[in-house]
């Protein structure tokens, strides 16, 4: 085991698969050179495969979505960087109307095999343009998965299930969590996508969350273990397909569920999550379903506003508390 962050966990199993696989190659706007990108993802990547596989494109998002299906669609694995979540809507044509739909459209004969990253600014001062997501967008999105990871060892072995994958993978990254510690394997390893995970047991209420609420939940639990209450965590991971098994095995067991996402709350992920909670899972539970979520309005440009609507460990102890009763 390696201890690491997950921004290096990242460009681990980046440049790995970039050895076991020529056709893998990255393109982005300004992911060579020795900083590698914004976020320092990419970082010497560049030096080490050279520029026909890391390949820098001018600032248009329209044109990366293009290049990643057309050359997916030939063969080739193309990792793409997106450099903020918002930015995405920029590149929804490509992956939504052509990526998501090629296998079906092509009667089963063409794949489109790319791998589409993007970090969610989220709890940070830079405004609406930058700072938010739209994770809910690739849920109503057919034909296309959406990896999420709280972890670094989640983030490589995800990063690189999603590069093999024969399906358009959005693999999005949250700005709080590149900087976060974790074990991870020396050894070659994947996390099956669309497999949700336990990052603790419990018996009372059960928090299913994802990316930056997973911590919000754990350390939520701490606290209610305090007041006698037992909190189950059960990390999504993949936002789509997610994890149904796992969701219906955790209610039956507790019969009282949290949602935490960093999201609008309208119309989200987690309403995805209590619909189906709701159609399936009802005779489980012993209270109505509770989401955590960031208010309905465009990301603010001060940290008083900021504090207004964004979500954490003070919002989830509140809903779980709400449950209980």
Known sequence: MKNMKMVDAIREALREEMHRDEDVFLIGEAIGGLQGGPFKVTM?????FGKARVVETAISEAVLGGVAVGAAAYGMRPVVEIMFGTLMTLVVDE??????TLFYTSGGKINCPCVIRTCNWVRIISGPHHCGNIDAFWVNSPGIKAVTPSTPYDAKGLMKAAIRDNDPVIFMEYSP???K???VPEEDYIIPIGKADIKLEGSDVTVICYATTVGDALESAELMAKEGVSVEVLDLRTIIPYDKEAIRASVEKTGRVVIAYEGYKTGGVGSEIAAFIAEECIDSLSAPVVRVACKDIPNPSNPILIDGIAIGKREVVDAIRRVMV
């Open 44 to 48: 010497g990547l560049e030096e080490e």
């Open 95 to 100: 992956i939504h109307t052509q990526a998501g």
């Open 177 to 179: 969590l590149y900087t």
């Open 181 to 183: 510690m974790g074990d």
